[in-house]
């Protein structure tokens, strides 16, 4: 069983960068059990994760200096293909990812929406997704390279395709 220490920086599946704030008992069906108790500052929010289960819901370590590294190659030498499926089944096929924890399925999430974004836009949703994906992937590098965030954007961001420029406005002849 992997354990943490108190002030740890982890990753929790969906909510991203955390720090282990305390470790606490508390009574559950006349048990008592121990929980991490996790503060995701960004979020202004906390949770309380069984330490005996801690693992199985993806709890998991910041990842190291070789694993961003192989990360960053990964997300520029990704070739991007178009959506296999239909559109609720791609955001359920996401969400799933989203909910492993992998930062290479995050990673994958987040090339896919820089692709498509360059050819066609984002939805709503697609872009609330790019935007929660990039963040956790920005969160997670600067702590593992002990940079600052911007810093850590600065590592993916040449391979962040630019922006589509919006189409001039057409002149109507009178």
């Keep these: ?3 943490f220490q108190l002030g740890e920086k982890v990753i929790y599946p969906q909510f991203g960068l955390g720090t282990i704030a ?3 008992q508390k009574q559950v069906n006349g048990t008592s059990l121990e929980f991490y108790r996790l503060e995701f500052p960004i979020k202004q929010m906390e949770i309380l994760v069984p330490v005996m289960r801690a693992k199985e819901n993806g709890l998991r370590k910041v990842m190291n200096h070789d694993e961003v590294d192989e990360l960053i190659d990964c997300i520029s030498t990704s070739h991007q293909i178009s959506k296999p499926q239909q559109w609720h089944r791609w955001r359920k096929k996401t969400l799933a990812q989203l909910k492993t924890g992998d930062p290479h399925e995050i990673g994958k999430i987040y090339c896919y929406l820089q692709s498509l974004e360059q050819k066609k836009g984002l939805s709503y949703t697609e ?4 935007l929660q994906v990039e963040r956790m992937l ?3 590098i600067a702590v593992a390279k002990q940079v ?7 590592l ?3 391979r962040k395709p630019k922006p589509r420029a919006a189409r001039p406005a057409r002149k109507l002849a009178n």
């Design 148 to 154: 600052s965030e911007n810093e850590a954007e600065e």
């Design 138 to 140: 920005i969160a997670e």
């Design 156 to 158: 993916i961001a040449p």
């Design 127 to 130: 872009r609330k997704i790019l």
């Design 22 to 24: 305390e470790v606490t």
């Design 1 to 3: 069983m992997e354990t």
